[in-house]
């Protein structure tokens, strides 16, 4: 069974199980870590990763944020991501705190479509808590 089917069947605690320690820059079907810090910043601020990449957001700061895709800065064939589950961006400003995942919470997203996802903390935006993943 590949990563991909284990996320299916809801096996996101095995994949993370499997893939500890495994971080990866890049490469299909790996996972790239990005931090949520007190300094209302996403670290690293970009990242490049290969289609089929999970990025996982985790938050390591000791408030609530968000990760939400500006609607109109992803691919045009990519799905919509916000932690939360939301479909639009509109959702996702709508209801703040249904997506708000709190210190040592994490958010996972998987990248299959080529191209550039700019994305924000909507509680912190106006701290430019933004970010960027190209996926080659």
Known sequence: ??????????GVTALATLSAGCSSAGGSGGTRRVSMNDSFEFDPKRVTVSAGTTVRWVND?????????????IPADAAYFASGGFDTE??????????????GETYDHTFEVPGTYEYYCIPHESSEMVGTVVVE
């Open 1 to 10: 069974m590949n990563r991909r089917q284990l996320l299916r069947l809801g």
């Open 90 to 103: 509109r959702a996702a400003r709508n209801d703040v705190t249904g997506g708000l995942f709190g210190p």
């Open 61 to 73: 700061s000791s408030v609530g944020h968000t990760v939400t895709a500006y609607e109109d800065e």
